[in-house]
């Protein structure tokens, strides 16, 4: 059995290991970065449609779930904001652009360029990478850490899991880095899918199938409270609903069902129009077209397909005019455009989220420096811990502010000693 030293050893070599690497070796530390996988970097190369949305323009920690993540992501995001994003990858040469949605992408569109950079930056900083390498056990020593590795043991001052969730476990996201961190004591917030889509077995939309809308998407336990809303883009599926307004639905849908069982989801198909503004915008709508058909409104509004099923959905017969709607027809009317039900059975599972939702809980880790509160010397970064962020950079963002973070203090950590 081998046996070399180190002073920081980084598991796993996804976005937050990169960067938690790159930050500690550039701190003057002796780093070595092990995964278990042989192509590095699978997930960064698959995102955002192979074009990697690096960060948002609206990043802010509301916008991260976990418990306790607001006060904690927000200390992170302070110490290594989407500010410094830019600037960290502007200087190994990675311009990025804004698209209309608040979306940031490198300007060539490749994914390529930004893994590419990353490695070629980890490589200058004096990091050393090996693939293949899983890391199958980790024991805690007098003055560092036993890492063990096939036919390897190393021997390190800090360790940074970054080993991810559950996500796309084809990348080599198996969730063994939850089981490391447990030894030493760490809890487990129960993980489940995020970013995924909405699944509907008795397909009743699949007619649909295709179809793409601006929606504000509801979660609503039984007596109507919301649990949770999104507004954005929604697409009819075969097997049920996507977009991003469903793929940020999805994890209230997985952690709140077991919960609130009678809750249920509603789309209201006019986001545009404010809560509250209905009964006013049917007046102003009805009093327009008061000679209009039910269903030559609908058409007028809604696109085509989805306009047909509204006669039926409201129980409303297609041919009668606006102007002769009673209370209860204008009641069904609204109820089928603001409140239309959705059913869903369940979310699909982690071979289509794009990220986990639980991981390692944030109280257990100091926001500070992303060390544990329970093994000195053991630092966690991305998506390993209870934090997951809505489509659209969020969780690259989270991964890069959360590595940096960890390295820099890893590094502090050992250069104290
Ligand atoms: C299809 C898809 C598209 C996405 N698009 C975007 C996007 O455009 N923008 C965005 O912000 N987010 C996106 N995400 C989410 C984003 O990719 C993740 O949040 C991010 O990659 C998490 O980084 P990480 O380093 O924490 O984990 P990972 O990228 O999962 O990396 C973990 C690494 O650890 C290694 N590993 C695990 N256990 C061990 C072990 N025991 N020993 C050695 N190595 C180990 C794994 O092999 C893996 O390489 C997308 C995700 C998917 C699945």
């Known amino acids: 059995m081998n046996s070399t030293q180190t002073e920081i050893v980084v598991i796993g070599a996804g976005a937050a290991g990169l960067m938690a690497a790159i930050a500690a070796a550039r701190a003057g530390a002796r780093v070595r970065v092990l995964d278990g996988a042989k192509h590095i970097g699978a997930k960064i190369l698959v995102s955002g449609g192979s074009r990697c949305n690096v960060t948002n323009e ?144 008795s397909a009743p939309h699949a007619k649909f199938s295709g179809l793409t809308l601006p929606v504000r998407l509801q979660f609503r336990k039984k007596d109507g409270a919301r649990l949770a809303a999104y507004d954005g883009s929604f697409l009819f599926t075969h097997f049920g609903y996507s977009g991003p307004a469903a793929l940020n639905l999805s994890r209230h849908v997985a952690r709140d069902r077991e919960k609130f069982p009678d809750s249920h989801v509603t789309l209201r198909l006019l986001p545009d129009v404010a809560e509250g503004a209905e009964a006013g915008w049917w007046h102003e709508f009805s009093g327009r ?73 944030l109280e257990e880790i100091a926001p500070a420096t992303m060390m544990s509160r329970l093994a000195p010397g053991l630092f966690f970064a991305g998506e390993v811990c209870d934090v997951d962020g809505w489509l659209g950079g969020y969780n690259f963002q989270w991964a890069w502010s959360s590595g940096v973070v960890a390295g820099r203090a890893a590094a502090k950590l050992v250069k104290a000693a």
């Open 289 to 361: 077209g008061a000679k209009k058909t039910f269903a030559g409104a609908m058409n007028e509004i809604l696109p085509g397909k989805l306009a047909a099923t509204m006669p039926a959905l409201a129980k409303i017969a297609p041919q009668i005019t606006l102007g002769r709607f009673d209370k209860t027809q204008i009641a069904a009317a609204k109820s089928a455009l603001f409140e239309m039900p959705l059913p869903v059975d369940e979310v699909a599972d982690y071979v289509k989220a794009e990220t986990t939702a639980g991981g390692i809980a």
């Open 58 to 201: 609206y990043v802010a920690p509301a916008r991260f779930h976990g418990e306790g993540a607001a006060p904690f992501v927000t200390r992170i995001l302070r110490s290594f904001s989407p500010a410094d994003t830019h600037r960290f990858f502007a200087q190994i040469g990675v311009e990025l652009k804004l698209e209309e949605t608040g979306k940031f992408f490198p300007v060539s569109d490749s994914s390529r360029t930004v893994l590419n950079a990353l490695l070629k930056e980890l490589g200058d900083s004096g990091a050393i990478l090996s693939t293949q390498t899983s890391v199958c056990d980790l024991e805690k020593e007098e003055d560092g850490w036993k890492i063990s590795i096939p036919d390897e043991e190393i021997f390190a001052r800090a360790v940074i899991l970054c080993s991810g969730g559950l996500a796309l476990p084809k990348t080599g996201s198996d969730g063994r880095g939850y089981r490391l961190a447990r030894k030493f004591g760490h809890t487990l917030i129960q993980t489940t899918p995020a970013l995924t889509p909405l699944v509907s077995r």
